[in-house]
């Protein structure tokens, strides 16, 4: 089946998903792999497993190297059951294997969700698994992704195990992020991050930073490629993601009922244009919310227009804000703008929402009744203006 040495003794004996394309709702054009890895000493660790319909798989890979009945550790990183899925057969199979997973919440978290009676040892920050020649330390990383992820460090050979944090939604069959190209992971990386990771922000910096002390010729996450090129890459950019850094870019971001809030977004991107501020557009029917959630990562406003239905939100604004809020984008200015027809309330209540999402919101909604004319897209021109001007004096600032 094709396992891969990462080095002497470590292998990938993971999956490639090549045809997902919705990872709980987060679009997967290029497919996914779920990275489990063997480590073969005196003792034998699989590390992780990977989604269930993916067993036989991942038994193929390490049956190549060792029989079942060789392990004698299985490290579960983290519950969430695309790598924890096939615990339930390697635990039938490896009859030799002690589970080892993190206290309180890997093991609440497992038993939880397998109510199982596994053989299991629990471990906190700084354990030490002695495998023989080598030993594995473990670093709890609360948040990335779940309360219960933490990384393994095979100190002698330098290389982290960093569960989900580092991955990237990506099917390949080069497994090495020099083989991929670093052009072709990182807007994967960004994707990645911002659906999944961007809530924790805080934790993902201070996380960095202890990970920073720690000695890596390599970053083996749970997806993707494995990082054995563009580490300092890859680290940087988690932790300017992680402070919430943007560039001067704008993004509106809309939908329309009857064409005239669409009117007003293409105008007020005009006028944010004609300031030589970066914008992007969005028409939410159109293009998928995890695309649009990547572009937030790096933009610092988010221009929101919604038509009015039944005195609120349109459905997919309201949607998108759910979304949006849910994930706690740092350091954003934000503005609503919206047409209506005999009543309004979209503007007020988008407005709300940004508000409950921690962004800035930077100027007193735009409404216009029915179809703007000349003189009403010339304000929202000009409302776009007003918004570069205050995004160009914040970051003089
Ligand atoms: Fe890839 Fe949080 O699991």
Not at 41 to 66: C, G, H, N, Q, W
Not at 161 to 184: P, Y
């Amino acid at each position: 089946m094709g396992n891969v040495t990462l080095t002497e003794g470590v292998h990938w004996v993971g999956a490639i998903d090549w045809n997902i394309r919705n990872f709980h709702g987060y679009s997967t054009r290029l497919g996914t792999s779920y990275n489990a890895y063997l480590v073969v000493d005196d003792k034998v660790t699989l590390i992780d497993t990977v989604k269930a319909p993916f067993y036989e798989v991942m038994v193929s890979r390490v049956k190549e190297i060792v029989s079942l009945d060789d392990i004698d550790y299985v490290v579960s990183n983290h519950v969430e059951m695309d790598h924890s899925g096939s615990l339930p057969m390697i635990m039938r199979d490896a009859k030799n294997a002690r589970l080892i997973t993190l206290e309180k919440f890997g093991e609440g978290g497992l038993r939880k969700t397998f109510h199982s009676d596994w053989p299991m040892d629990t471990v906190k920050e700084g354990s030490e698994l002695d495998l023989g020649k080598r030993k594995i330390v473990f670093i709890p990383t609360p948040m990335l992704h779940w309360p219960d992820s933490m990384c393994s460090y095979l100190l002698e050979d330098k290389i982290l195990f960093s569960m989900d944090a580092f991955g990237q939604h990506i099917a390949s069959s080069l497994r090495f992020d020099d083989e991929v190209g670093i052009d072709a992971i990182m807007p994967e990386a960004a994707k990645y991050y911002a659906n999944i990771l961007m809530p924790f922000g805080d934790l993902i910096v201070r996380a960095v930073d202890k990970l920073s002390n720690l000695d890596i010729d390599m970053i083996a996450p749970s997806h993707g490629v494995i990082w054995r090129t563009h580490l300092d890459t890859i680290t940087k950019a988690y932790t300017s993601w992680g402070k919430g850094e943007s560039k001067n870019k704008a993004l509106v971001i809309y939908d329309t009922m009857w064409g005239s809030t669409e009117k007003m977004a293409h105008a007020i991107a005009e006028g944010i244009m004609s300031e030589d501020i970066e914008v992007k557009l969005y028409n939410l029917t159109r293009s998928d919310h995890s695309d649009i959630i990547t572009e937030v990562l790096d933009t610092k406003a988010i221009l929101i227009g919604s038509p009015t239905l039944n005195n609120g939100i349109f459905p997919s604004v309201a949607g998108f804000l759910c979304y949006l809020k849910g994930l706690k984008p740092k350091g954003k200015l934000g503005a609503a703008f919206g047409s209506h027809g005999w009543a309004g309330g979209a503007v007020k209540a988008v407005e709300q929402e940004l508000g409950q999402a921690s962004i800035d919101v930077i100027d007193s909604g735009l409404a216009i009744r029915f179809v703007p004319d000349e003189e009403e897209l010339q304000k929202c021109t000009d409302f776009g203006k007003t918004i570069a001007v205050r995004m160009r004096k914040d970051k003089e600032d």
